[in-house]
């Protein structure tokens, strides 16, 4: 962040901080990749507000503005859409930075809503299902090219496309199958729905393919549906029952479940301006288990953001290895446009000039969202209990801590040392056997490699890994060994830049010897 867009952010928090109450803590953070302090505050016009921290966040002034500011917006935005009540959490790594509830989870009885109101999540359920779906084929019991008609003979779909190959369990998770996006019944209507079974029956009976698979990205509400009761049937385990045991219980996920819970938030239709708000019925979604039923805060959800930006082997509370994570994370579908796309259970779309990835949902009286940045490893929740968009809220929290978590990584990195004087004999220009020529720089007491005129699309740093030799990082190159060929009197003349050999061009070499000679 420059220096005017600080001071930008200091002038418009600083008014507001001015008799208001201020909590700040400060510790070790275990990632020390970001340090910042968290300012949490009640506006004096503001309604009922609580918040919360993990009390080990390090202080980053830039950052404490931002969080200044994006509460200031929050707040804003809750009196402006007239909702309710909501709930926020924003995770950094493995640390949850900040989290605050807006409103009133129970507004006639002005319960205040808080980081551990329980809501309906809604879709944000999906990702639970695909979660289990990744589980189950880690450990050898599906496979994502499976047909669901494996594990569930009585689905048939007609279509009006022939020759269509089965559908699979990838194609459910990322909704490129063709499904209907319901279950030809009424359900929707009288709010009565039926089981699986039940919508599966009425599918084989008068349902419809509407695509061919891969040919549109059409959400499907019913696939999600099938795709958890083939997963049940794959593992010998109920739905609720697998999820509970093998994604919440090890997240700690403690206040989440599939019954609702006495202190469940109450749920309202959006309000006409001046009108209180009115409480939306409840049903049971039935055969939607795994595509809509699961409670949580968000502060648990929290816990299953964190896990996204985790990396090591299954177990514990590592459910996925990061590899899994990241086959989740990465687009199984694009959009023709290239605006967006589609992973394992995650949405894919551009927030500024980042990379996102997340869920919603919506059912009646509740709007949910959770959006992540994994580059960052910045995620945060939207909880409201009121029909409204929380995905512009989460893109608005991204939007203004994007930035300055960046900004904060790249001074959290340390200065390089002096570059060692023998490195000055590897800058040069070399040629290629397929005639490209590469320049290797020395700049900022850091060596990098550039096209001398084109071939190597972008600057490729080298990171000292023995003697002569450098780990590559960018370019198609990245990760692979540079090494220099030293001859016997101390000169540099060739570099094989993984296995392609290159010879050195420039007329330093004699200049290189006489360095050698002084040294």
């Known amino acids: ?73 929050l707040g804003h935005e809750l009196r402006e859409r007239r909702v309710a009540g909501m709930s926020v959490a924003v995770v950094y790594d493995q640390e949850v930075i900040w989290m605050k509830g807006y ?19 809604a879709s944000i359920t999906k990702l639970f299902t695909a979660t289990m779906l990744m589980q189950l084929r880690d450990a050898g019991r599906i496979q994502l090219d499976d047909p669901v008609t494996k594990y569930v003979p009585e689905l048939r779909l007609t279509s009006r496309y022939e020759g269509l190959p089965p559908i699979t369990l990838l194609q459910l998770a990322t909704h490129t199958s063709g499904f209907p996006r319901e279950a030809p ?26 695509f061919p698979p891969y040919k549109e990205w059409k959400y499907s509400n019913v696939g999600y549906g099938v795709l958890g009761l083939a997963l049940s049937r794959a593992v010998g385990v109920p739905y609720f029952s697998y999820v509970q045991t093998n994604i919440l219980k090890p997240l700690e996920m403690n206040n989440s479940g599939f019954t609702p819970p006495t202190s469940l938030a109450i749920g309202y239709f959006l309000p006409e301006p001046g009108e209180q708000p009115k409480p939306a019925y409840q049903p049971d979604y039935g055969g939607y288990g795994p595509a809509t039923s699961l409670y949580s805060t968000a502060e648990d959800m929290a816990r299953f953001i964190s896990l996204q930006f985790r990396d090591g082997p299954p177990g514990g509370q590592q459910i996925l290895r990061g590899s ?37 949902g919506g059912i009646q009286g509740f709007r949910t969202d959770i959006s992540l940045i994994p580059s960052l490893k910045l995620g945060v929740a939207v909880f409201t209990n009121t029909n409204c968009d929380p995905n512009k809220l989460t893109d608005l929290a991204l939007s203004i801590l994007g930035p300055v978590i960046e900004n904060a990584q790249e001074r959290s990195v340390p200065q390089p040392p002096a570059a060692p004087a023998q490195w000055k004999r590897y800058v040069g220009v070399y040629a290629m056997a397929y005639g490209s020529k590469v320049c290797i720089r020395l700049r900022r007491n850091r060596l990098e490699l550039i096209p001398a005129e084109d071939g190597i699309p972008e600057v490729v740093k080298l990171n000292p890994e023995g003697e002569h030799r450098f780990r590559m990082k960018g370019g198609s190159v990245s990760g692979e060994i540079l090494r220099f060929e030293v001859d016997s009197d101390g000169s540099v003349n060739h570099l094989w830049m993984g296995q392609y050999p290159a010879d050195r061009e420039d007329d330093v070499v004699s200049t290189q010897k006489e360095e050698v000679k002084r040294q």
């Open 1 to 73: 962040m420059s220096i005017q867009n600080a001071n930008y952010l200091d002038a418009t928090i600083e008014p507001m901080l001015r008799g208001a109450r201020i909590h700040i803590q400060r510790g070790p953070m275990r990632s020390c990749v970001v340090c910042c302090v968290i300012v949490f505050f009640l506006s004096p016009c503001a309604v009922a507000q609580v918040s919360e921290t993990s009390g080990s966040v390090p202080e980053d002034l830039e950052i404490r503005a931002a969080v200044g500011l994006l509460d200031a917006r």
């Open 103 to 121: 409103g009133f989870e129970d507004v006639e009885n002005k319960v205040p809503a808080t980081p551990k109101t329980v809501y309906r999540v």
């Open 185 to 210: 019944m009424d359900y929707w209507r009288t709010l009565k729905f039926p089981t699986i079974e039940k919508m599966t029956e009425a599918l084989t009976v008068d349902g419809e393919r509407i």
């Open 324 to 360: 899994t994570l990241r086959e989740m994370h990465s687009a199984h579908w694009v959009r023709p446009d290239w605006k967006g796309g589609q992973g394992i259970g995650f949405a894919i779309r551009r927030v500024g000039p980042f990379t996102a990835i997340g869920h919603g």
